[in-house]
Each structure stands twice: as C-alpha cells, then as structure tokens.
C-alpha cells in the first residue's frame, strides 16, 4: 500500500524527514495524515464545483443555441443532462455520509434514501420516455454514448482499485477513469444539447458552441486533477517515484564497452535505483526503483513525469488554468457576445483560485520531501 511506500521513503530520505528524537516512522505518518486532513475534506467542495460548473455551462450552451426563445428550449434533455451530471455529486456525498456516520442506519434514513433514489429513478425515466417519443432513432443512440465508453474503458476495472495506488496499473486505471469522466461531462455539457435541438430550422454559432465544449473539457481536467491531488497527492507522489522507470539510452550496438550492461533485463528480478540493463536491442537506465516494470513501456514514465516531481505537478495545473484564463480574455475582448464568455471567465478566475489553493494546502508535503 502507499502507507508502506510511505514508510520507506521516510526511512531513506535521511534526516530532512527523519525525526531527531528517533520517533517511528508510524509517528511520521499519523502526522502527514493529520496534515493531508483537511484537504480530504475539499473532496466535497469540488464535487460541488464540478457539478455547478456544467449545470451553469449547460445552460450557457442552450442559451447560445436558442438565445432568449425559451419556447424552443428542449427541457427535457436539458433536465436529463442535469441528472446525469448530478450523479458523481450524490454518490460522493453518500459515500461522505456512510463513513462519517457508518452506524447510522435507521428506519427514517433508510426510507429517506429509497425516496431520494426512486425520485432520481422516475424522473429520469419520464425524461427518457419524452426524449424516445419526440425524436428519432437517431438521434437517440447519442444518448447511450458515455454507458459504451464506460463499458468500453472502464470494463474491469474494480472500485477498490479507482481509489487506490499502490502500482502503476492502479494509478493508469485511476487516470483512465478520471479522463473518460472528464469527456463524459463535456459531452453531457456542450455536445448533447447540440443533437436534441427542437427543430431543424434553428440557426446557431458553431464555433461558439465549439469553443464551449473545449473550455468545458480543459476545465474540467484541471478540476478533476485538482481533486485528485487533492486527496490522493501523497500517495500517487511516493508511488510514482518507487515505482520510477526506465530511461532509454540508445542502441546496445552503439554503447561503448565500458557503459554496456552486463546482464539483461529479467522480469524475476527487482532492480534499485541506477541500474542498467539490455533488453530488446536497447540500454535502459532505471529512474527510482522500477521494480518489475519492463524497460520500454511508456505508462511508468508518464506517471514519473506528472507525479514523481510535487511541485512541478502543481506548477503544470496553475500554468494551464492561466493559459484557459488568458485565452478567455482574449475572446472576451474581441467578442460581441460578452455576456456569455464573461459568465465563463468568471468561473476560470475560481478554477485558478482553486488550483492555487491546493497547491498552498499540499505546501506541507513539499517541505517534507
């Protein structure tokens, strides 16, 4: 597990992070969870943004399609949109309440949950029914796109293992599942409106509704990494970085002599943090400690490059929100249609605020590495 990741990256980082008073490495780390707490708590508050974000974007959408004539509004898709984006924010906020309340199962709470639910149920069912009755087959299959790509990335992959990291095939699952929500909620957000229209008359600005959409997708991947970083940074940190990976350094035929390795790779075999090996005509130097990652595979070196470094992980997030708040700018100031780009930037300025936040949260564990 990452606790125990954790744990030897306290024994072999030396006095920076060793304890003067020769406390244990347990003390060590009931600290660090004391310090990564309250960022645990943000969990919800980004849930929350996130669902804020699309509903207010998903209105912004409608509006650049039908403008003011609410009669040409297709409720139905706009409210069955609604739901489906709503639905990560209900699961994280009964997953909050389960473990903050795990023996709270009472007649009351239990019923309240099966109306809740069968609310949620009903509705979108009736919107689904209206949706079937006013529009074509067509249009319809639009609809069962994000349950394919689900079934399509996602097939397989445990929920034990979307909330852990302890290898490089749980973080690239964890990735996956953060970048099939990120296009899911962008197509809920600003693609979906676009194939429900009431009637094929109806003229609209395509690239607006375009750079809609885009904004939506680069937004919503700043947030979701914000979310992650902000519960799972230390752990996806301390496993990037055990987990390391192998560097190429050219064909075998054209090292020298003196740098040619002397064995070559073996997946029984655990290397440490310098090594080199042969394998398929290559030399692979190892970064960290590899483990049984086999040279030439591009996954561990992705996740060493956005995670094995703390600060340039946060840096990266803040420099594409500025890039998304400069871009803003630049339409809104050679746009006639400020309104709308004006809402949008508003809610870049919060991302970046955001974005900031977290970084100043996770401060302590840079200090600490």
Known sequence: SWLRIAMQSARSSGSATKPASGCSASILLQRIDELHAPVRRDHMHMELLLFVYHLSHLLVQNFNVYRLNFYNWNFYILFLAA?????????????????????????????????????LVLNTTYLMTQLFMRHCIKSL????????????????????????????????????????????????????????????????????????ILFVFVNTLVIQMGKLLSTNFLEFHLSANALGYWRSQGSAANQSSTVKPAFAWSPKQVYSAGACVSHK?????????????????????????????????????????????????????????????????????????????????????????
């Not at 690239?172 to 009431?198: D, H, M």
């Not at 929100?321 to 780009?341: D, F, P, R, T």
């Open 83 to 119: 739901l489906l984006l709503g639905r990560a924010l209900f699961t994280q906020y009964y997953r909050s309440f389960r473990e903050e309340n795990p023996l709270d199962l009472t007649p009351t709470r239990l019923c309240l949950n099966a109306v809740v639910l069968a609310l």
């Open 141 to 212: 299959i639009w609809l069962f796109c994000p349950l394919a790509a689900h079934l399509l990335f996602l097939r397989g992959v445990a929920p034990s293992r979307l909330r852990g990291a302890a290898d490089s095939n749980a973080m690239c699952a964890r990735l996956k599942c953060l970048l099939v929500e990120t296009i899911e909620s962008s197509y809920l957000t600003g693609f979906l409106p676009l194939k429900f229209l009431q009637h094929d008359y109806l003229y609209f600005d395509t690239m607006r509704c375009v750079l809609l």
């Open 281 to 369: 005509g290559k030399v692979y130097s190892s970064v960290g400690e590899p483990g049984n990652a086999e040279p030439g595979s591009f996954m561990p070196a992705i996740l060493f490059l956005l995670f094995g470094n703390a600060g340039r992980t946060h840096d990266l997030l803040v420099v594409v929100q500025l890039v998304v708040v400069a871009a803003h700018l630049l339409i809104l100031l050679n746009s006639k249609h400020w309104n709308v780009y004006f809402i949008m930037l508003g809610f870049d300025y919060y991302i970046l605020y955001c974005t900031l936040y977290v970084r100043r949260q996770n401060l302590p564990f840079l200090a600490m590495r």
